[in-house]
């Protein structure tokens, strides 16, 4: 198998912080933002603005850690009409 090197990002790629920790996984690619799903027991989805994510070679980052990732692109469903 050789080597290639991406150069857009694509559904199943990892996304890493500032720090090259894990951040989530790329779920689906839009035009203008990448749908990213983190790990754990509760998956959050966040919502990247493409420009805010750098790709080197076959590695996505970003220029913030995990928390401010959630606190920047997490966007909560609004809550329902009869609550």
Do not use: S
């Amino acid at each position: 198998m050789t080597n290639v090197e991406v150069t857009t990002p694509a559904r199943g790629m990892v996304v890493r912080g500032a720090r090259g920790r894990r951040i989530g996984v790329v779920d689906a690619v839009f035009a203008d933002y990448l749908l990213v799903r983190t790990a754990g027991l509760l998956p959050v989805d966040l919502y990247v603005p493409r420009p805010e994510v750098t790709l080197d070679g076959n590695r996505l980052t970003v220029d913030c850690g995990r928390d401010e990732a959630y606190a920047r692109w997490h966007r909560p469903l609004k809550r329902a009409p009869h609550d």
